[in-house]
């Protein structure tokens, strides 16, 4: 009897968990257009992301290889590693913050929501799965949602057509770069150890034209700089990854859920810390995106809905 009611509860405290785990990890995701925007105004952007890089692979690298003792790459991984870390760290991050200088942080989290989505469709070009009409409709009502919320935002200047096709490159290499992690055989190598060294590597990729376009009068390293850079390192590159693949692990199909309060809690967020204006664009826009994002990633199944 002792025995069968303690499944129950050590079953209801796991979901009490995984709930704040949940939620941290949205408001965290969320988190990284506004703290980018903060350390624009007193950096430049690859200064930023350079960085930043190199707190969060440091730290992952100090975990991977001396606190728990993780193998190093080998062989054909060291390429894997480097040419992930291109797509996913230099290229998607690099213009990521590049784009944030002319959008908005509402924006930005709003764009990085849909990154699903692309995943899906580059997924019909690389890895030829099947191109059918929701995903092509997923697709157009997310870009129409991302065009709506920013609607107002051109006339003050405030977002840029400019801003927002880099932005669009951006998060198709971050799709093309999930699709060849997923695609590749990586021989049980542990992720914090791919995380640490791609996040390196892509930094280093970075370096020469961070160097090349360096202004020291546009960079002030003081508080803003540093609480920018080390809440974009820890709490975004390091705590909510993790906390999404521990997420993965409990239940990949609640998981996929938390997905969509990502661009609720990016607004917000973005209106608080930045005083971006919400307005009934806004409202729609982000209606239009979770539309899309639930429509691209359900699949039904004896009624249950699945998120791949």
């Known amino acids: 009897m002792n025995y069968s009611a303690a499944i129950p509860a050590k079953s209801n405290r796991q979901q009490y968990i995984a709930m704040i785990a949940g939620f941290l990890f949205a408001a965290l995701w969320a988190s990284a257009s506004t703290a980018t925007k903060l350390g624009l105004v007193v950096a430049q952007p690859l200064v930023i992301a350079v960085v930043r890089f190199a707190v969060a692979s440091s730290i992952m690298l100090s975990i991977s290889h001396i606190v728990t003792r993780q ?6 991984e060291w390429r894997q590693i480097a040419v992930y870390g291109l797509m996913n760290i230099s290229i998607y991050l690099g213009l990521y ?3 944030m200088q002319t959008v908005t942080a509402g924006i930005g989290a709003l764009a990085v929501a849909t990154n699903p989505v692309f995943i899906s469709f580059l997924s019909v070009i690389f890895l030829k799965h099947k191109l059918n009409g929701k995903l092509i409709f997923s697709i157009l009502i997310c870009t129409a949602g991302v065009v709506c919320a920013a609607w107002p935002l051109f006339s003050e200047a405030a977002v840029t057509t400019k801003g927002l096709l880099i932005l669009l490159f951006s998060m198709l290499s971050y799709s093309a770069g999930a699709i060849y992690f997923s695609a590749k055989d990586w021989n049980g190598l542990s992720l914090i150890t791919i995380n640490g060294w791609q996040t390196l590597l892509g930094g280093i990729f970075l370096l020469p034209f961070t160097l090349f376009f360096y202004k020291s ?8 700089f540093w609480s920018s850079v080390l809440w974009l390192a820890i709490p975004v590159s390091i705590v909510a990854v993790q906390l999404w693949l521990w997420l993965l692990q409990i239940n990949p199909v609640r998981a996929g859920l938390w997905l969509f309060l990502c661009p609720l809690f990016g607004f917000l967020i973005a209106a608080w810390i930045t005083k971006d204006i919400i307005s009934i664009y806004t409202v729609i826009g982000v209606t239009l995106v979770i539309a899309g994002l639930f429509l691209a990633r359900m699949k039904t199944k004896k009624s249950e809905i699945l998120f791949d």
């Not at 193998?71 to 054909?76: D, N, T, Y």
């Not at 009068?217 to 803003?224: C, I, M």
Request: positive net charge; proline residues 6%.
């Open 97 to 99: 913050v590049v784009a």
């Open 71 to 76: 193998r190093l790459p080998a062989g054909k």
């Open 217 to 224: 009068g546009s960079n002030h390293f003081g508080n803003v």
